[in-house]
């Protein structure tokens, strides 16, 4: 190949390229910052700026443990409605997120939607900053092509520590209403069959979530729940119950009944009632016989 020609060639290249259209990215996930929580604290909010049709986010949120104590993680503002990881701390100094938007976020809806929003004490004055890493979006479509998502660190200047004493919390009512779903999704474990769940609480914030689950008649014992939660099997015949606890120990119990334990109540209540008209029958043919 003589030079004339290779120059040539890699003129068409350099062309190609830059006259090819270029791929923005899905959305911009942006750190906001809501101003002092009092006590030297400060409360970020998440929010999300999607540039094209989405309908899943995961990532983490990284701060630095040294000079920021998380307090609260709250989603119920989020515009994620079904999570397959609540936003919570991972471990010291990483809080992780995932979960999907049914029927997708376009650009024209939303152009600043809080993800969630965190609440921090500081335990020392100083600079520092927090950063969005592991991010992932999917395009809402057939297909769900994963994408990357644009970010940039918040800067802090952290100039009162936190108070050495808690302040007064004053918390007198339980956990938002909420609703149990089940739900069915590729979006979510695999298209297994999930329990969905969420509230909040407007005073102390919610801490936990506790699950029983009634089988043949008989409750179970409470334990932990994390939404969503995964049900397969016998278990899809059973009623549940999902209790949310706010951090000064006030409840709300909300209730679950499968459409298939719904469906066999439903012809054993109507065969029931058939047996019993049967046995007033022959009870009354016997009498007068």
């Known amino acids: 190949m003589t030079s004339s020609r290779f120059i040539a060639l890699c003129a068409g290249v350099l062309l190609g390229v830059l006259l090819s259209p ?27 700026k999607p540039e ?4 899943a986010l995961s990532g983490e949120l990284r701060y630095d443990p040294a000079l920021l104590k998380v307090e ?20 010291e100094g990483v809080i992780v997120f995932a979960g999907a938007i049914p029927g997708g976020l376009t650009p024209a809806v939303a152009v600043n939607a809080e993800v969630f929003r965190v609440r921090f004490s500081t335990r020392s004055a100083g ?4 950063r969005m ?4 979006a999917y395009l809402h479509g057939p297909n769900a092509q994963r994408d990357v998502v644009r970010t940039a660190p918040l800067l802090l200047d952290l100039t009162r520590p936190a108070s050495a004493s808690e302040p007064l919390m004053l918390d007198f009512s339980p956990p938002e209403p ?21 509230t909040a609480d407007k005073g102390s914030g919610v801490v936990s979530y506790q699950v029983r689950e ?9 334990r932990e729940a994390q939404s969503p939660m995964r049900i397969s099997g016998i278990h899809l015949l059973s009623a549940y ?5 706010d951090a000064v120990g006030h409840e709300y119990i909300a209730r679950f009944t499968p459409p298939r334990l719904e469906a066999l109540w439903t012809i054993g209540a109507s065969l029931g009632e058939k047996i019993w008209h049967i046995m007033r029958s022959a009870v009354r043919w016997l009498r007068v016989w």
Do not use: C, Y
Request: no cysteine.
């Open 22 to 48: 270029l791929r923005g990215h899905a959305a911009e996930l942006i750190l906001v910052r809501d101003g002092s929580s009092g006590s030297g604290g400060v409360t970020v909010r998440v929010v999300v």
């Open 127 to 130: 600079a520092t900053s927090l």
């Open 178 to 198: 909420f609703v149990v779903r089940l739900v069915k999704s590729v979006e979510l474990m695999n298209a297994a069959s999930v329990l969905v769940f969420q």
């Open 241 to 245: 119950e999902i209790k949310a606890v």
């Open 214 to 222: 009634r089988r043949f008649g008989i409750w179970s014992d409470w």
């Open 133 to 136: 890493s592991d991010l992932v």
């Open 72 to 91: 609260d993680v709250n989603a119920a503002n989020s515009v994620i409605s079904l999570w397959t990881r609540a936003p919570a701390e991972n471990s």
């Open 52 to 55: 094209e049709p989405v309908n």
